[in-house]
């Protein structure tokens, strides 16, 4: 059974960072960031092949940085300059698929909530 278990959420003010972490009982090719705040849909964030190459959304490029441990199979999101539009409850996924295909992961954690205050 797949695993994936988020930590690292909080509350901040705006302009301040977080760092997220995630393991994963199971290995696959790409980890991936994904958001959800109330009311919209859930969106991805960020992700990141076996191999090390990044994928971004448009709205967290420059600010946010996803990083993986192949070891210990954890993937991270590092998130600085946080805005009040970050927002949302935070959930690591795994896919086989393109690493950049949002809609290609399929596997879930429970999440971890981020709050960013004006």
């Known amino acids: 059974q797949v695993q994936l278990v988020e930590y690292g959420g909080g509350s901040v003010q705006a302009g301040g960072s977080l760092r997220l972490s995630c393991v994963a009982s199971v290995r696959r090719i790409c980890l991936g960031w994904f958001r959800q705040a109330p009311g919209r849909e859930r969106e991805g964030v960020a992700g990141?092949?076996?191999?090390?190459?990044?994928y971004y959304a448009d709205s967290v490029k420059g600010r946010f940085t996803i990083s993986r441990d192949n070891l210990d199979n954890k993937v991270y999101l590092q998130m600085n300059s946080l805005k009040p539009e970050d927002t949302a409850m935070y959930y690591c996924g795994q896919s086989d698929d393109s690493c950049g295909n949002w809609g290609g992961y399929n596997y879930w954690g429970q999440g971890t909530q981020v709050t960013v205050s004006s």
């Open positions: 990141i092949h076996h191999s090390g190459s990044t």
